[in-house]
């Protein structure tokens, strides 16, 4: 009888979410912003080249559907990423949805939801009062991405796939933010801000469409024992418009590795390499090839590729093409390391606990010393 009700408490939810996100217009971000009469006490370098490094804007236009009709063709023998552009397509001068997504084992509603939690959970719904914000779990998350990507059934199948909750809970942010758009940000972070006063009202929300922070900027000898990448980009909150060709392209590539892996019988070994495969440092990868993708960016100005070295020390917002680039205080304030403020700093956005569940007690805090 039990595993019956739970069924049916878990299709009631997945439907009244499926028409929720129907019918919801997205909220600009910009709509409850701040008075202009209040000072930004978001700083930006005053030297343009400071803020934005290289970019074609005419490269980012994407698929407007509210000014053309677009014609129903048959995609289904079309390669994955071109099915994935289709189903989902980027426009820059669309606005930000106003979700936020977590992802958890129970809700807040149930009584099994982990107490310490709620102080942070409960952050993002005080500091966003004009967004819709869901905690999914693994149970409601597996409808929603069986229902979001119906028409591409190998990303269901990956995503059924992969063994290990952290790899799913890797790709859900993907996912989500592909097809619906918001901000995704990891059960155990606190919002400081709101999301409204992350970037300045001076800057259009119309030029850009994804918004990232800075998880590490190691500058000693022994980074790689720490970290990765010698700058790693955060994926624990992440705010995108939907469609937008970073997520695309992890996506794809996750959907692929994940198939390949499971048809020669090796996915039994991602415990080790989950940073790799679905983690920041493949997050950071895609971050780094689309910003020296010929296909977005016009590589014959500037001055070379963009590497690590353009964003390490960085106490300022970068701008590159339509991605913001957010200094490590954003999401990282208090980690008393690689040059990060405090949480009452004026660019500390996000807090983030770090309890990586998912990671034995040795392997949390790394690289703290």
């Not at 993907?174 to 901000?183: D, K, N, P, Q, S």
């Not at 895609?286 to 016009?298: L, M, V």
């Not at 917002?317 to 991605?323: A, E, I, L, S």
Request: glycine share 6%.
């Amino acid at each position: 009888m039990f595993p019956i009700r739970r069924l049916l408490i878990v299709a009631v939810f997945v439907f009244g979410l499926v028409c929720l996100l129907r019918s919801s217009s997205p909220i600009s971000t910009t709509a409850s912003s701040p008075s202009k009469s209040e000072p930004s006490t978001t700083t930006w370098a005053s030297s343009p080249a400071a803020t934005e490094l290289k970019t074609n804007s005419a490269k980012f236009g994407g698929r407007n559907s509210h000014t053309s009709q677009q014609t129903l063709v048959d995609i289904s023998s079309k390669p994955l990423r071109d099915r994935l552009a289709y189903q989902f397509p980027y426009d820059l001068g669309s606005k930000f949805p106003a979700f936020i997504w977590q992802t958890w084992k129970f809700t807040p509603g149930q009584g099994e939801f982990d107490e310490g939690l709620r102080p942070a959970e409960a952050t993002w719904s005080i500091k966003h009062p004009g967004f819709v914000h869901e905690v999914i779990t693994d149970d409601v998350a597996v409808h929603l991405i069986s229902h979001l990507y119906a028409s591409i059934p190998e990303v269901v199948e990956a995503y059924n796939a992969l063994p290990l909750p952290i790899l799913k809970a890797d790709f859900f942010r993907y996912l989500i933010l592909l097809a619906r758009g918001g901000i995704y940000s990891d059960i155990d972070t606190a919002a400081l801000r709101s999301a409204t006063e992350w970037i300045p009202e001076e800057v259009s929300r119309s030029t850009f469409g994804l918004v990232i922070g800075i998880e590490a900027d190691p500058d000693r000898e022994d980074w790689a024992r720490w970290y990765s990448r010698r700058i790693q980009f955060c994926q624990w909150t992440i705010q995108s418009k939907p469609g937008h060709p970073i997520l695309l392209e992890t996506v794809a590539h996750i959907t692929e590795e994940t198939l390949k892996r499971r048809q020669n019988n090796h996915l039994g070994s991602l415990d080790k390499t989950v940073i790799e495969f679905t983690g920041p440092a493949l997050w950071t990868d895609k971050i780094f090839d689309f910003f020296n993708n010929e296909k977005y960016f016009d590589m014959g100005t500037g001055n070379g590729n963009i590497t690590w070295q353009n964003f390490t020390g960085m106490t300022v917002p970068k701008k590159v093409g339509d991605v913001i680039v957010l200094p490590i205080t954003s999401f990282s304030p208090g980690v008393k390391q690689m040059g990060a403020g405090e949480d009452d700093d004026p660019m500390a956005f996000v807090k983030h606990e770090f309890v990586g569940s998912w990671k034995p007690e040795s392997e949390r805090h790394i690289g703290e010393k």
